[in-house]
C-alpha cells in the first residue's frame, strides 16, 4: 500500500504501481510542504493572535544572552511558530540523512526505515514539533537566524542548479522536435517564450528603479540593479558567441533569458529586505506593542515576493523528487541516478497487489543522505521566506530586515550566473571532457 507498508490499504487501489524510490521521495517532500502549510497558518494573523494561549510559549521571551528585558512577545509569536517549525523540519530531515549514510541497495537494513513505516515516520515529525515549540527563547532566535541563512543561500544554489539543467533541456527537446519535424512552429515558440522572459525581465527591471531607488540617494539599489542588468547581458551575449555555438550548439538565448528572469527576481527579493524605508515601500516594521494598538492592523508576513518565492520553492522541492536530469553531469552533481542498476522496466509489470516495487536491489537511484539533506535546505529556506528574512533587533522590540538578507540573496544571483556561463564556457576551457 502507499501509507502504511504491508497493511491493507482500499484507497491504494487506485494508485499506479510506481518505485519505491519515487514513492518514497515524494511522500517526504509531502511531510515538508505538510509542515511548510502549517507555518502559513500559524503566521496568518488571527492564527498568530491565538497562540499566546500555548503553554509557555510566550514565557521567556524576555531573556537573550541572560539579560533580562521586558517585551511583549505576543506580536512575535508568528515569527516564533514559523522558527519552531523550521528548526523541527530541519531536525527531522537531519536525523534522516544521518540514518541514511552510507545506503547503497535495499538490501541494506536501513533501506526499510527510507520506504516505509511512513505512520510512525509522521509520529517521530510530530514529536520532534511538539518539543520544538517548547525550546526556551534565550538565543535561540538570533543563532537559529543565521542557520536559516546559510542553509537558504545553499538551498537557492540547489535551485540555480535546477533551473539551469531545466533551461537546458527545454531547449534541447524544442529545437530536437524542430529538427525532426521540420516544423517552424517549434522555433516560433521557442522565439515567443524568449521574448516574453526578456520583455517581463526588462518590465522588472523599470519597476525595480521606480519603486526601489530615488533620484537622490537609495545608491546601494541602484548599484544592485546595475550590476545585476549588466551581468545578464553579459551572459546573454556570450551565449550566442559563434564559439560557444560551435562547442554547445544547444546553448541558446532561452536558458539566458530565463536564467535572467530568475536573476530579476533574486534582485527584486534583495531589494525588498532593504532595511531604509526611503528606499523600499515594501519594508515591514512591527513594534512589540502593534498587537496592542486598535488603529494598527496587524502586519501578514508575506509580500508579493515571498509569495513567487513560495511557488518556487514548490516546484523545485517536487523536482528534487520526480527529476531524472536529461544531462549526466547534472545527475552525478546532484547524486541521482534515475534509470540505473535495479531500475529495469521488467520489474514494473510484476504481478500482484502491490503498488509499489522494489526497483533498488542492485543500487539506489538517488543518494538518501544528499536527498534529506536537499529537503533540510528547504526547509531552512522556506522558513526564511515566510519570516521575510526579518530578525528581531537588539532591544527586541521591532522586527527588522537586516543587510545580511540583502547580500545572501545577492551573492546568490551572482553564483548562479557565474555558474550558467561557466556551464556555456566550460567545453572551451575544458576540451578534453564530454559536456554533450
Known sequence: SCLCGSAPCLLCGCCPSAKNSTISRLLFTFFLLLGTLVSIIMIIP????????????????????????????????????????GFAMAAFFCLFAALMVCVRSSRDPRAALQNGFWFFKFLVLVGITVGAFYIPDGAFTSV?????????????????????????????????????????????????????????????VALLYVYYTKPQGCTEGKALISINLLLCLIVSVVSILPKIQEAQPHSGLLQASLITLYTVYVTWAALANVPTQSCNPTLLVRNSTSTETATEPLTTWWDASSIVGLIIFVFCTLFISLRSSDHPQVNKLMLTEEGGPGAGPGEAAEPGPHRAYDNEQDGVSYNYTFFHLCLLLAALYIMMTLTNWYRPDESLEVLRSPWTAVWVKICSSWAGLLLYLW??????????????
Not at 48 to 68: A, D, M, N, R, T
Not at 154 to 180: G, M, P, T
Not at 423 to 436: E, K, N
Open 46 to 85: 488571527g492564527v498568530e493572535k491565538e497562540l499566546h494561549k500555548l503553554p509557555g510559549f510566550c514565557e521567556g521571551s524576555g531573556s537573550v544572552l541572560g539579560v533580562q528585558t521586558h517585551v511583549n512577545c505576543r506580536s512575535f509569536l508568528g515569527h516564533k511558530a514559523v522558527y519552531r517549525m
Open 144 to 204: 537559529w537566524f543565521y542557520f536559516g541563512v546559510v542553509g537558504s543561500f545553499l538551498f537557492i544554489l540547489i535551485q540555480l542548479v535546477l533551473l539551469i539543467d531545466f533551461a537546458h533541456s527545454w531547449s534541447q527537446r524544442w529545437l530536437r522536435k524542430a529538427s525532426e519535424s521540420n516544423a517552424k512552429g517549434w522555433y516560433a515558440a521557442l522565439c515567443t517564450v524568449t521574448f516574453i522572459f526578456y520583455a517581463a525581465s526588462i518590465a522588472a
Open 423 to 436: 556551464t556555456l564556457v566550460a567545453p572551451l576551457v575544458l576540451p578534453d571532457r564530454d559536456f554533450s
